[in-house]
T-cell receptor, first 113, second 115 residues
Framework: DAGVIQSPRHEVTEMGQEVTLRCKPI?????LFWYRQTMMRGLELLIY????????DSGMPEDRFSAKMPNASFSTLKIQPSEPRDSAVYFC???????????FGQGTRLTVV | AQSVTQLGSHVSVSEGALVLLRCNYS??????LFWYVQYPNQGLQLLLK??????LVKGINGFEAEFKKSETSFHLTKPSAHMRDAAEYFC?????????????FGAGTRLAVHP
């Protein structure tokens, strides 16, 4: 398996634009996590899915953020409208079952200017 | 609820010296614990994991960690540091029963290794 695949690796956008981050988890993994990493706040859990169903989105900072998992092999994290304070590295991770280790993608570095 | 506290945001050691990175956890259910390493501009990579079997866990790159329930700790050690160990290290906790499915990370410890 190629591991968790995220796209794009880098995204630069203007304030107010819509941004969509994409993730392909490892095949057969039942859990998918979205994290945001910044210098100030570290690694924050935004939302996670189990069997494509969102279980806990309490980490999503605002209504501008939304996430979907239409099938077991694809998830998106959307920010609309984007703001400069959304600039961060966004990671997607997947794991096979409860309690197992998570495997991380390479991340998407988002810069909102 | 679950949480992780990593003591020391920055640790600096000499090459060849002992590495000790501290992690304390809080969990309402028996925890599974992990250490991850992050090199610059990369994702997180698993170093080792505790899953209620042996309390002393050996991982990659010569690292090991010991689970101590009485101290709620899971400290990471390596007998002799190498320059290539310079990176950021994260401790994480998850539950294995009930609704404790989140994977929660500590704030991270940046390890510097100097000659």
């Amino acid at each position: 398996d190629a591991g968790v695949i995220q796209s794009p690796r880098h995204e630069v956008t203007e304030m107010g634009q819509e941004v969509t981050l994409r993730c392909k988890p490892i095949s057969g993994h039942d859990y998918l996590f979205w994290y945001r990493q910044t210098m100030m706040r570290g690694l924050e859990l935004l939302i996670y899915f189990n069997n494509n169903v969102p279980i806990d989105d309490s980490g999503m900072p605002e209504d501008r953020f939304s996430a979907k998992m239409p099938n077991a092999s694809f998830s998106t994290l959307k920010i609309q409208p984007s703001e400069p304070r959304d600039s961060a590295v966004y990671f997607c991770a997947s794991r096979v079952r409860q309690g197992a280790e998570a495997f991380f993608g390479q991340g998407t570095r988002l810069t909102v200017v | 609820a679950q949480s992780v506290t990593q003591l020391g945001s920055h640790v600096s050691v000499s090459e060849g010296a002992l590495v000790l990175l501290r992690c304390n956890y809080s969990s309402s259910v028996p925890p599974y614990l992990f250490w991850y390493v992050q090199y610059p501009n990369q994702g997180l990579q698993l170093l080792l994991k505790y899953t209620s079997a042996a309390t002393l866990v050996k991982g990659i790159n010569g690292f090991e960690a010991e689970f101590k329930k009485s101290e709620t700790s899971f400290h990471l050690t390596k007998p002799s540091a190498h320059m290539r160990d310079a990176a950021e290290y994260f401790c994480a906790v998850t539950g294995v029963s009930g609704g404790y499915n989140k994977l929660i990370f500590g704030a991270g410890t940046r390890l510097a290794v100097h000659p």
